[in-house]
């Protein structure tokens, strides 16, 4: 009752009337108490309706407007600098998000902003506050900025919808929603993107290779980001290396003109919207290969600009749900699309990288003395719980294990034994330079009437590709070709001495 002081106004009057009856006594105090009960009701029930009705006209407006085109947009801008010692650096801004979605009010909704007006008595210049509901994002969300967290709110104030004026109103206007937000913790920028150059060594220093490479990136290891299209690519060169004589991407424009830090002058190349390979996605590179009328000079320098956008968020926010003014969720017609924006400017010199030639070992020359050397020979089935054991050793170590295929079992020249071959393939990194390698696994199972082998022996054979520039990346692609031996090895003995168990996540029991 202390919100409401006409009430226990009503309330005492109702309280003197019987006093009065009490003293005048008989019938015509009973008919008094009666006529004063019912006056003192029907008062307090206009004066509570009329609270009530004030208490609404404060409250927003529930309004439902049709949602299109709801997406999540998240930016990352970063500057890749590859210096002439070598050294490669990449820093990166605050990844800032969006979420951008198109909302249109229609009659149903102008009709509820006007009967508001109407029983509050607000004119078309006063604030009448509406609320549409809220998007909501999805997943382990890292986030800060909006201030309540991971639900944004729909609201704001009729005078801003074009159809909620007092004249000339349209039958319907679209409102755009944008709301913004910051990631916290800042993801890797060294890990989102790495530009690249080279110059192919057996063509007369005439082709410039550019790889670009998206790292396995995203708050879900498991599940990383990949490359949806790269929008635009410009690279800037020195007009010096003459016109252009060749590419493996169609190119959309050449123009020549401005002068780089350096004093030269530059030739423009620009490609747009890059469709990627099956094989390009699984790689998760990209090669552009250039050809030049002249030699690409070694101590010359690259720059130039990428817009690229990758299926996914970094924040770890996987999708957006709407609720409506009431709290109850509500269908969204369009596909609502998560992605991140890639913003790079880069400026790499050439002068470290020289020619980039690419060595194999075992060298299939022989020269390496360890021609098609096998990892070892091991008295263990090669079954998937060994190829199980071994990928997971490979990935706890650093190997990214791209593919593994298992050719169909075949008998040998014995009843009883059946031949296995296993094709395991993959990439390490030195550096921002890939190293591919290619494990073949073989072998024969031995069977005794049950299903299960009883015994097999497996072989392993590894070889590894990868570019160099120098003696230590070339000393690199062998040291790599060693540690990936070393894990091997060291995995089959521990299966092979756990006589082939594994317990529920693949390693040997």
Not at 85 to 110: E, I, K
Not at 144 to 149: A, H, I, K, M, S
Not at 236 to 261: K, L, Q
Not at 381 to 402: E, Q, S
Request: hydrophobic share 40%.
């Amino acid at each position: 009752m202390g919100g409401w002081p006409d009430v226990r106004i009503a309330a005492a009057a109702l309280g003197a009337i019987c006093l009065i009856a009490l003293l005048i006594g008989g019938a015509s105090g009973l008919v008094i108490v009666v006529c004063g009960a019912v006056a003192a009701g029907v008062t307090a029930y206009v004066l509570l309706r009329q609270r009530l009705v004030e208490a609404r006209a404060g409250l927003p407006v529930p309004l439902h407007p049709k949602v299109a085109d709801l997406h999540l947009i998240e930016r990352l801008r970063v500057r890749i600098a590859l210096e002439p010692g070598g050294r490669y650096t990449v820093q990166s801004d605050p990844v800032d998000g969006w979420v951008v979605a198109s909302l249109t009010f229609g009659a149903h909704d102008r009709d509820r902003v006007a009967g508001r007006r109407r029983r509050s008595g607000l004119g078309p210049d006063d604030e009448v506050p509406y609320a549409a509901g809220s998007f909501v994002l999805q997943g382990q969300a890292g986030i800060v900025g909006p201030e309540d967290g991971a639900v944004l709110p729909i609201g704001g104030d009729a005078r801003e919808v074009a159809t909620f004026a007092a004249k000339d109103a349209p039958a319907s206007s679209t409102l755009e929603f944008t709301r913004s937000y910051r990631l916290s913790p800042e993801p890797d920028g060294l890990a989102s993107l790495w530009i690249t150059p080279s110059i192919v060594p057996d063509a007369e220093r005439h082709v410039l290779v550019v790889d670009i490479q998206w790292p396995e990136v995203g708050r879900d290891r498991h599940n990383p980001l990949g490359l949806d299209t790269i929008d635009v690519l410009r690279i800037n060169c020195p007009v010096t290396w003459g016109n252009v004589e060749g590419h493996n991407h169609e190119m959309v424009r050449v123009a020549v003109g401005g002068v780089a830090e350096a004093g030269q002058e530059i030739r423009t190349l620009e490609w747009e919207h890059l469709t990627l390979s099956d094989e390009e996605r699984e790689k998760r590179c990209l090669t552009m290969l250039i050809q030049f009328e002249h030699q690409v000079e070694a101590n010359d320098n690259l720059s130039g600009h990428l817009e690229a956008t990758l299926d996914g968020s970094l924040s770890g926010a996987d999708g957006i749900r709407a609720y409506n003014a009431l709290g109850e969720y509500r269908n969204v017609p369009d596909p609502i699309r998560v992605k991140t924006r890639v913003e790079a400017d880069f400026s790499l010199s050439l002068a470290s990288i020289r020619y980039q030639a690419v060595r194999v070992y075992p060298d299939r020359a022989g020269t390496d003395g360890e021609r098609d050397t096998p990892a070892g020979e091991y008295g263990i089935v090669p079954d998937h719980r060994t190829v199980i054991a071994l990928t997971n050793a490979l990935a706890g170590a650093g190997y990214y294990v791209k593919r593994v295929l298992d050719n169909p079992p075949r008998s040998g020249g014995r009843a009883d034994v059946v031949q296995r071959y296993w094709d395991i393939a993959g990439r390490h990194y030195q550096g921002v330079y890939p190293i591919d390698w290619h494990l073949i696994l073989t072998g024969e199972e031995r069977h005794t009437g049950d299903v299960r082998p009883e015994a097999g022996s497996t072989n392993v054979r590894i070889e590894v590709r990868g570019p160099f520039t120098d003696d230590c990346m070339f000393e690199g692609v062998k040291e790599a070709w060693r540690n990936l031996h070393d894990v091997t090895d060291l995995t089959l003995k521990r299966q092979a001495t756990s006589g082939g168990r594994t317990d529920e996540s693949g390693w040997p029991a």
